[in-house]
């Protein structure tokens, strides 16, 4: 049984920065050999891609919206993938999740992840 818990959600105002941290578990989960996303849902919209990382660390992929504002990282020891959120706007307003895909390269659809988190939420204020 694979576990992704997402954390760090909250209310800030635009502008501000938010860290989000997502914690991956599982008695056969070899977090160093999955691809890590971030996704986001707002009302009334369909998920969309935010962010990945490659398995291996090395490559990083953002959706145009949020270039130069979000950085994806990760942590192989603690199994752990992060989402540092900086100059936040209105229209980040989401529910975040992460997601793993075994040693994966096709990054921004969501059908080919595997496992998902439940999911935080984010709300900025203009």
């Known amino acids: 049984q694979v576990q992704l818990v997402e954390s760090g959600g909250g209310l800030v105002q635009a502008g501000d920065s938010l860290g989000l941290s997502c914690a991956a578990s599982?008695?056969?989960?070899?977090?160093?050999?999955?691809?890590m996303g971030w996704f986001r849902q707002a009302p009334g919209k369909e998920r969309e891609f935010v962010a990945a990382i490659s398995w291996s660390a090395g490559n990083t992929y953002y959706v145009d919206s949020v270039k130069d504002r979000f950085t994806i990282s990760r942590d192989n020891a603690k199994n752990t993938v992060y989402l540092q959120m900086d100059s936040l706007k209105p229209e980040d307003t989401a529910v975040y999740y992460c997601a793993a895909q075994w040693m994966g390269s096709r990054f921004t659809s969501a059908v080919n992840y595997a496992y998902w988190g439940q999911g935080t939420q984010v709300t900025v204020s203009s």
């Open positions: 599982g008695r056969t989960f070899l977090f160093s050999q999955y691809a």
